[in-house]
Structures are given as C-alpha cells and as structure tokens.
C-alpha cells in the first residue's frame, strides 16, 4: 500500500489541477530493538529500504532521538502535503538530550554535531562516531562516554542523523546535503563508526561517492538474535556501547597500541554484561539507569 500511495504520489504532482492532500504518516514505535519478550515479530527495518527506493520527491525518513525531537518532527509532517513521512521512534522509555529550542533546531537542520557530547571543539578529531535513531543514539552516546572516561586524549566528535536522506547528494534528493556540509559534519579522512537503527547497508547506499565514503563503518541490524535483553540484542548485532568503543580505538592509528588495556577492559565488561543477561534475563541496573554523565 506504501508503494503504491508513492507512486499515485508522484504522479499526481505533474497533474496542475489535482487538489493538494494531506501527506501520509506512518509512526513506528515497535521494532526490532527490543524483543526481549516476543522474539523477531516486530517491524523489519528493511521497510526503510523499501521506502528510500520510491521517489524523492514524495518519500521522507526520520528517525529523532528523543522526545522532543520526535515532538517537533510530528509536528512538520502534521504540517506537511503530498508526502509519504515515515518516522521511526520507540514506544518504550528513553533518555531526554535536547530542550525543545534545540531540538527544533537540530530537526531544522536534519543531522548535526552535538557539541557538548564530543571533546573536539577547535581541534581535529581523531573519529567521528554518528548515529541515527533512538536506541542506536543511546548506545553511541555511551560509547562516546567510555572513550571520554578511558581515554580522555581520543578527540571524538558526535554526530547525530534525523532525517535520513539528509546523507544522499542534493543531486539526489532535495533534503540531501553538497558535499561541503557532508565534510563539515563528518570529515573527508577520519574514520567514522555510524550507529543505525536498520539494515547497515542502506548507509552506504545512501553515502556512496562521498569524500572519504571509505571512512564509513556502519554498525546496524545484522539478523542476529531472539528473545534477548535490549543490551544482549545491541552485542549480538555489533551495535552496543562496547562494541562501538572498541571499533573507535582499533581505528585511530596512534591508539591501538596505547588503547590495548582500555580495549581489553571492555571486552571483559561486555562479557560480564552478556553472562549477566544470560544469567538473570535482564541487563545489570548500570546499563538499565545509565545516563550521560559529563
């Protein structure tokens, strides 16, 4: 039905006389992050490939990362005709990282640096670790936590991604970026370790030909896992805190070897994680109650 809504969509617009209407929303709140109850009976992220393939003039993706921003996407899409707007936020509980200024400014913009959870302003970072969706978004941001906490010299830089075809040329799409702004969000020569709440592939479908596209290491659902805890499931798949940290330390040149110790130190956390949830059938109240803490 999606398909077929974005083609009568778009051929409707070289119709002069068709009355405009309002766009179609679909809101996604059950999906495959968490499915420590019911297994792998939620939403296939693979539905966003589906969608990114129909035109762009009719079809927008957003994923924001907290309530209010997902406040101030509603509201354009309320707003919005002759679109398909997909937007894809968690029914369950999450952490609150903007006020409602900066969260309407963030989704103005569709991705931006967020400058008080990374440590490079005025310098050069070392990595860049982005993300795109809500779940995805929390275990970054802690990820860049443990890098701050372990190894205050690694300059990291956070980006966060809203609205998804913000990563496609504006050739392409006209919500994308030149490639200017791409470089001024995630470099052309430092490595990137992007967090998605999808299929990783989509990312680099959507970033190809992009300076430094080699850079990109996306980090998404790979089909992995059953019925697991929030934080088994993130292991299982490559997409949790220490999985992200690790993949940040093993690509900065000048930290694998002075990094060794803080790596070897989350491979024992992550394994005393999984064996807890093994243990217990729920992730330890650290993981649970974590919070930003700078």
Not at 26 to 39: E, M, P, S
Not at 103 to 121: E, L, M
Not at 144 to 153: C, G, I, K, M, Y
Request: net charge negative.
């Amino acid at each position: 039905m999606v398909n077929q809504h974005a083609k009568w969509l778009e051929k409707c617009l070289e119709i002069p006389w068709r009355a405009r209407v309002a766009s179609l929303k679909l809101l996604i709140t059950a999906f495959v992050w968490r499915q420590d109850h019911n297994g792998f009976t939620h939403q296939d992220p693979g539905f966003l490939d589906v969608v990114a393939n129909k035109s762009p003039e009719v079809v927008r993706i957003y994923l924001p990362p907290d309530a209010n921003c997902l406040l101030s996407v509603a509201d354009h899409c309320l707003r919005s005709i002759n679109y398909n707007n997909v937007i894809v936020a968690d029914k369950q509980p999450h952490l609150q990282y903007l006020d409602m200024d900066a969260a309407i400014a963030h989704c103005t913009k569709g991705a931006g640096i967020w400058d008080w959870a990374g440590n490079d302003r005025g310098i050069e970072p070392d990595v860049v670790m982005a993300a795109c969706g809500d779940v995805p978004t929390m275990e970054a941001l802690a990820a860049v936590a443990l890098l701050r906490e372990e190894l205050p010299d690694m300059k990291v830089r956070f980006v966060n991604v809203v609205d998804l075809f913000r990563l496609v040329p504006r050739s392409e799409h006209p919500h994308g970026m030149n490639d200017r702004e791409f470089e001024a969000l995630f470099t052309s020569t430092k490595p990137v370790v992007f967090n998605f709440h999808s299929y990783p592939w989509l990312i680099h479908r959507l970033t190809y030909r992009r300076p430094g596209q080699h850079n990109i290491h996306v980090r998404g659902y790979k089909e992995m896992g059953n019925i697991n805890t929030p934080l088994e499931l993130a292991i299982r798949n490559q997409t949790d805190r220490f999985s992200l940290a690790i993949d940040a330390i093993d690509r900065v040149a000048r930290f694998r070897e002075t990094g060794s110790a803080v790596r070897e130190a989350l491979l024992d956390r992550q394994i005393a994680c999984l064996n807890y949830a093994f243990e217990f059938g729920v992730d330890r109240q650290d993981i649970t109650d974590w919070k930003w803490p700078f």
